[in-house]
């Protein structure tokens, strides 16, 4: 009897102790209801590829981001050291104990780690490809093909995934899964009015525009360079380029912009792209003779040529981050005109990707995004998390503490916003101690002007 006892004891313990940890499904993250805009369209085929990528921990992500405050300060002593790439990947690096576990659970699903894990040089995130029905065991997850009912575009998604518990305290993040395609080209409020009544009557003569401390142009020495990125097949026109230079910036005819191509993404001549064309002609527009480098990412991979199973249409932000982090020279500024509702990015992947746009930042990178062209909200104003309440929906990544927000304005003297242009409170990301002083009085002024729309 006493020896039983022993017996079942120890079993209950080793049990308990080795595997369950690894087994046991916790939610990672679920949305409450299919993301709005989006219908299940069919069963993707069992055999679907999924190249997985795992963002694992950043285990001194906390040091990055006061770095990057410290290097960003003009009042503090390390205002301008910035970080080296391999500084950067120092602190981002995962814990070896979150590699050891994340190693394990691969291997328990019959992942090879040695020949079928890719990882990049920080070693923060792994890729491995499967198919589609071992990612759905390995997340407890129901993938399905989705598709946007406005512009019929079909993705493979799943709205919720789990992690075994012991792992949530290793992985930030695990794509694609609940991530839906859901960045809008800003262009999509692209304002022409031909009806509009000319700003200024014609003929008249601007004064020159001077800023408070004068305008400077811009000059292209000691290897300053902006980089433009462009996502979702779109692609900058090089005749237009001239076209427009012609017109606008007749200095710059015969400028041009070079195009870096990301994992295979295409330039192609003979598509139009309104968005692509947009930035590049109005970015060199203005920073003409800075060089500008257009990056362009497909954001989508190889897939199996069955009638009902799209192409796996990756989340391009993160691929392009971590290209350019895993070059020593890039440039020190870059816009973007892609965003979208701040609430229809997993918070787990917002929260990652602007650690991602920190560590450009401590880098020495000033990174722009657009606020959006929405008003106070281009889609819903609902919330997305079961209540469905009615606030103002900021645009992420501009809601990222680590990036600028731009907006639009028209006129000058006096410069006014205008109405389309986007901007308000992140419901994910605490206000920034750099905002500290501007935000309460603005608050103050506005009183219980919109009170409970906005955090
Ligand atoms: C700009 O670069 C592209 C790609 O290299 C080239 O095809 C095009 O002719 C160039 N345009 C000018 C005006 O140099
Ligand atoms: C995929 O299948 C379609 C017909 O279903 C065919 O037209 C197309 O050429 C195929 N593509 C590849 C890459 O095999
Ligand atoms: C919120 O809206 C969604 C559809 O957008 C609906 O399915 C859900 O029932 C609504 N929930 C509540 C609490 O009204």
Redesign the pocket.
């Given at each position: 009897m006493h020896f039983a006892l022993i017996y079942l004891f120890i079993i209950a313990t080793s049990a308990y102790a080795i595997p369950s940890d690894l087994t046991a499904p916790v939610v990672k993250h679920a949305w409450a209801h299919i993301p709005e805009g989006w219908e299940v369209d069919a069963m993707p085929s069992a055999n679907h590829p999924i190249t997985l990528k795992i963002g694992l921990k950043q285990s001194r992500i906390n040091e990055l981001i006061n770095t990057l405050y410290e290097v960003s300060d003009p009042l503090h002593p390390k205002y301008g050291q910035h970080l080296s790439r391999i500084e950067v990947e120092e602190l981002v690096k995962p814990h070896p104990e979150s590699v050891y576990a994340v190693h394990d659970w691969l291997s328990m699903h019959g992942v090879n780690i040695a020949t079928e894990v890719a990882r990049n040089s920080a070693g923060d995130w792994l890729s491995v490809s499967l198919p589609l029905s071992r990612v759905e065991s390995m997340l407890a997850a129901e993938y399905r093909v989705y598709r946007h009912k406005r512009t019929d575009e079909r993705v493979v998604r799943t709205t919720a995934y789990s992690l075994p518990r012991a792992l949530h305290d290793h992985i930030d993040l695990v794509q694609p899964t609940t991530m839906f395609d859901n960045m809008r080209k800003m262009h999509a409020m692209f304002h022409v009015d031909e009806s509009a009544a000319p700003l200024l009557p014609e003929g008249t003569v601007l004064p020159d525009v001077t800023g408070p401390a004068g305008y400077v142009p811009q000059a292209a020495d000691k290897g300053n360079r902006i980089g433009v990125t462009g996502y979702l097949e779109q692609f900058v026109n090089?005749a237009d380029?001239?076209t427009f230079y012609s017109m606008f910036r007749p200095d710059a005819v015969?400028?041009?912009?070079?195009?870096l191509s990301i994992d295979g993404g295409l330039n192609d001549?003979t598509m139009l792209g309104v968005e692509a064309n947009l930035d590049n002609q109005y970015t060199t527009g203005i920073s003409f003779p800075t060089p500008n480098i257009y990056y362009t990412t497909p954001g989508t991979a190889p897939t199996i040529n069955d009638s009902v199973t799209p192409p796996q249409r990756d989340e391009p932000y993160i691929d392009w981050l971590n290209f350019v982090l895993s070059h020593d020279d890039m440039p020190f500024s870059f816009t973007t005109s892609y965003g979208g509702d701040e609430q229809t990015f997993p918070k787990e992947f917002a929260n990652r990707a602007c650690n991602l746009f920190a560590q450009l930042g401590a880098r020495g990178a000033s990174v722009m995004f657009s606020s959006g062209d929405g008003g106070v909200g281009a889609g819903t104003c609902l919330t997305n998390d079961g209540t469905n309440r009615t606030i103002f929906q900021p645009v992420f990544p501009a809601t990222c503490p680590f990036v600028t927000g731009v907006g639009a304005t028209f006129q000058i003297a006096p410069e006014r916003g205008i109405d389309f242009s986007q901007g308000g409170f992140s419901v994910y990301f605490p206000r920034p101690s750099y905002q500290a002083k501007a935000v309460p009085p603005f608050l103050e002024k506005l009183g219980e002007t919109y009170a409970g729309l906005f955090k």
């Open positions: 090089f380029l001239q015969g400028f041009n912009v070079s195009v001549q």
